[in-house]
């Protein structure tokens, strides 16, 4: 047997830094840096401040692997600074400039943040690369098309390709300006959001008004063979811009309906190319338009692959991980299938212990503490829940969560309100994966990482009404008892209670903010919000209850 090859992935300079250690082919941890800096995508207030290397995250994870920088084999960085074009529109060009310039210097500073790094060892992979091969090399089967969709990297904003024994192919490339994640950015912003942040409530906005104006987009985002053009687009032509925080009106909901809409066309169109032109039967998506579980819905189901799946991490942040990934696979490590999206930080139960004794709070550890979750939620108190290894992306998947009880309308309005967020802010269900197909129909089963949308069946919801969107759709996570017997413990506890199989589940954080990552974390969120019970690891602690 030969010697392990151990690669650290890297994303830095722009937003979701994150690190993702890789040794042969095998996915060991992977972290963003907002977990461990607390600021959300990495972002600091101060324009060009944003830049952060991911120092917290990367030295987690050579500590996870019991490792230092000098047994580094190869750095992986997500960003080639030698393919950016600074001629190409998309963005401010001093600013991308500035962006490729840190990139490549990128040696340099890792080495100042990892002692004992050689920096010889950093080599850049292409970002798209880096988001296909997140996606290809990770996914649960072999041989597969990929599709990489998000603002922009170095040059492009689109790659569409292939991936055969490790191997990429790509077929089709879509170079800037034309840019549907910069599209919906740009909407974003109009619409009063942070873009590069806050795109998702733009998705979920959409589903409150019809589709307008879908004709003028129609002609405005063309699509063409392995590609797609967009034309310069006037907001103003359709709605007043909405200042941050102002009125909602209905105007600005059709602006989004149809934007999204007209998103949703192009994939599916983007999709059945690639379909054809690969006679893969599955796909692999990434890059940040693929956190949008609408869009994919529609690709699943109307491009032709008889399978999609999405990486968890879609986001810049998963580039860590998919430069490793890409750069192992080239040095002939077989890749291994991503094993699930808790690769983050856990803590043991002595460490839990400690930290609870420390925050002089009362705590009880009773013999499950699934059943005296379920029975609060029963109650309709709201639960926060850490449990095991932190999730890799943006969703909670029931390692961070603040849960819910279902059956009761007011506890959407409750969450939102507790987590300082707008009200046509849906949440979600967490539902076990034998069960799903009962209560839930029209997206992919099963579902564990919250990327599709699914019908809730007509006669389901008015029982579980806190988890219907108003187009009557849910952004499932289907919990596999075999994978996760902690949570399928706390869901059939629950159902015995209720006769509902299923619970909402919402990210453990608070506007702004990231999820929690730590047990300290937890403590502060559950200490300064209405939560009424907290679940950290086998311990259990209820409002109310700190010691003097």
């Given at each position: 047997m030969g010697a392990l090859v151990r690669?650290?992935?890297?994303?830095?300079?722009?937003?979701?830094?994150?690190?993702?250690?890789?040794?042969?082919?095998?996915?060991?941890a992977?972290?963003?840096?907002?977990?461990?800096?607390?600021?959300k995508h990495g972002k600091r207030p101060v324009p060009f401040a944003a830049w952060e290397l991911p120092e917290g995250a990367a030295a987690w994870c050579l500590e996870e692997a019991g490792i230092t920088a000098a047994d580094l084999d190869v750095v992986a960085y997500s960003y080639d600074p030698t393919l950016v074009d600074h001629s190409r529109g998309g963005t401010d060009p001093e600013w991308e400039r500035l962006r490729s310039t840190y990139a490549s210097r990128a040696p340099l500073f890792l080495r100042s943040a990892l002692p004992g790094l050689d920096p010889e060892v950093v080599c850049f992979v292409p970002h798209h690369v880096a988001h296909a091969a997140s996606a290809g090399l990770a996914a649960p089967f072999g041989d597969c098309a990929v599709l990489t969709v998000d603002g922009r990297g170095e040059r492009t904003s689109m790659l569409a390709g292939e991936y055969r024994d490790g191997r990429l192919t790509v077929h089709a490339e879509q170079e800037l300006p034309h840019s549907l994640g910069l599209l919906y950015e740009e909407l974003t912003e109009y619409l009063g959001f942070r873009r590069s942040s806050d795109e998702y409530k733009v998705m979920a906005l959409s589903s409150y008004a019809k589709p307008r104006f879908r004709a003028d987009f129609a002609e405005l985002v063309r699509v063409r063979p392995g590609g797609f053009e967009i034309d310069d687009i006037d907001w103003r032509n359709w709605a007043p811009p909405?200042?941050?925080g102002g009125e909602v009106l209905d105007e600005h909901a059709e602006l989004a309906a149809s934007v999204q809409t007209r998103l949703e066309e192009v994939l599916v169109e983007l999709t059945a190319w690639l379909r054809q032109h690969t006679g893969k039967n599955r796909l692999a998506l990434a890059g940040g338009v693929a956190l949008n579980c609408v869009a994919n819905t529609r690709m699943a189901s109307e491009s032709g692959f008889d399978e999609v799946w999405v990486q968890p991490a879609a986001g810049d942040a998963g580039t860590a991980l998919g430069a490793a990934l890409q750069v192992g696979a080239e040095r002939g490590d077989p890749p291994v299938p991503m094993?699930?999206?808790?690769?983050?930080?856990?803590?043991?139960?002595?460490?839990?212990?400690?930290?609870?004794?420390?925050?002089?709070?009362?705590?009880?550890?009773p013999a499950d503490v699934a059943e005296e979750a379920a029975a609060a939620l029963a109650r309709d108190e709201t639960v926060g829940w850490f449990e095991g290894r932190a999730e890799f992306g943006p969703r909670a998947l029931g390692h961070r969560s603040l849960l819910a009880h279902p059956g009761h309308a007011h506890n959407v309005e409750r969450l939102n309100e507790v987590k300082g967020r707008e009200q046509f802010r849906p949440v979600a269900p967490m539902v076990s994966a034998e069960r799903a197909a009962e209560i839930f129909s029209g997206g992919p089963l099963p579902s564990p990482y919250m990327l599709f949308v699914h019908d809730v069946r007509e006669h389901w919801r008015e029982r579980v009404p806190a988890v219907v969107h108003v187009d009557g759709t849910a952004r499932i996570q289907t919990v596999d008892r075999g994978d996760e017997p902690v949570l399928a413990r706390l869901l059939d506890a629950f159902e015995s209670r209720t006769g509902l199989p299923l619970v909402v589940n919402t990210s453990f954080n608070t506007a702004g903010g990231p999820m929690v990552d730590s047990p300290v974390d937890a403590l502060e969120c559950f200490g300064a919000f209405p939560i009424d019970v907290l679940v950290l690891g086998p311990f259990l602690v209820r409002r109310g209850r700190q010691r003097s």
């Open positions: 690669v650290l992935g890297i994303n830095a300079v722009f937003h979701d830094p994150a690190a993702a250690l890789v040794v042969d082919g095998e996915v060991v992977a972290a963003e840096e907002e977990r461990f800096s607390r600021r909405r200042e941050p094993p699930g999206a808790d690769l983050g930080r856990g803590f043991d139960t002595e460490h839990l212990r400690a930290v609870l004794r420390s925050a002089a709070v009362d705590f009880e550890r």
